[in-house]
């Protein structure tokens, strides 16, 4: 297989061995469906965080961050604009966007460790404005509303491995994601799980189709595919 572009860290662990493009039936519950999983690997990553500043695994790479700020950039998403990161694990992405002058920021994330680790590393480069709380996203009683921008990257993957009852459970976080976000409020989502088709299937009711962002591409047998997909919607009513 021949990849192309840039790294695609972390897609593999989330699939798993054997779980790599499946259609929605397929997909097996898995650990990392569960919060005692990220519960576990946020609380080692702080630890070598304190230790010796490691932020720990980005998600998709760096390259999955640039592409959503690059894609808020041309959508003249206004820096004021309320923003938030849905399960932000080290807050990595909430750090680039504090950087690139985003001023309204939230990540939530069910993990207490991921909270901790999120604040610290917001601390250590002096972010002191951005929110992070401790929120289950599928359970959040009505507290996250009136976003502009939601994004998600590899929370969807994760929830989709929920060992629950996992159509439900991404009925859920469909609901929830309606939820939070304003009326023509943006969503963009990075997942290596899913592909655009079903993405599209998945997020049709309530929300529009916007853009499909470019990521890496191999080659294999002949065939091209993506790796990882990343898609905008809007959400209408
Ligand atoms: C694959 S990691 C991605 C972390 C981060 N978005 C990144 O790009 O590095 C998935 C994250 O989703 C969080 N998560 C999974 N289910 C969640 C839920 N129901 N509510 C909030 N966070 C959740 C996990 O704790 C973990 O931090």
């Known amino acids: 297989m021949e990849e192309t572009t840039e790294n695609t860290h972390g897609c593999g662990d989330i699939s798993g061995p054997g779980e790599d493009r499946c259609s929605d039936n397929d997909f097996g519950p898995s650990k990392l469906g569960t919060r005692q999983y990220w519960e576990d690997a946020y609380q080692k990553e702080l630890e070598t965080f304190k230790d010796i500043g490691d932020v720990g695994e980005?998600?998709?790479?760096?390259?999955?961050?640039?592409?959503?700020?690059?894609?808020?950039?041309?959508?003249?998403?206004?820096?004021?604009?309320?923003?938030?990161?849905?399960?932000?694990?080290?807050?990595?992405?909430?750090?680039?966007?504090?950087?690139?002058?985003?001023?309204?920021?939230?990540?939530?994330?069910?993990?207490?460790?991921?909270?901790?680790?999120?604040?610290?590393?917001?601390?250590?480069?002096?972010?002191?404005?951005?929110?992070?709380?401790?929120?289950?996203?599928?359970?959040?009683?009505?507290?996250?509303?009136?976003?502009?921008?939601?994004?998600?990257?590899?929370?969807?993957?994760?929830?989709?491995?929920?060992?629950?009852?996992?159509?439900?459970?991404?009925?859920?976080?469909?609901?929830?994601?309606?939820?939070?976000?304003?009326?023509q409020g943006h969503f963009a989502i990075t997942s290596c799980n899913w592909t655009k088709e079903q993405l599209l299937d998945r997020f049709s009711d309530g929300f529009e189709f916007v853009q499909e962002l470019p990521t890496p591409s191999f080659q294999f047998g002949g065939k091209k595919g993506n790796s990882v997909t990343a898609l905008i919607f809007k959400r209408v009513h």
């Open 58 to 183: 980005i998600w998709f790479g760096e390259g999955s961050m640039s592409r959503i700020l690059r894609w808020m950039e041309r959508a003249n998403i206004p820096e004021n604009t309320a923003i938030l990161d849905i399960g932000t694990g080290n807050g990595a992405l909430l750090v680039e966007l504090a950087k690139s002058g985003y001023s309204n920021l939230m990540g939530i994330d069910y993990s207490p460790a991921s909270v901790e680790l999120a604040k610290n590393v917001l601390q250590a480069e002096d972010l002191t404005d951005v929110t992070v709380k401790e929120v289950d996203f599928l359970n959040s009683q009505g507290e996250l509303k009136g976003f502009d921008v939601c994004i998600d990257k590899g929370t969807f993957d994760a929830v989709s491995l929920n060992p629950d009852n996992t159509n439900q459970v991404k009925q859920l976080y469909v609901e929830a994601l309606k939820d939070a976000l304003k009326d």
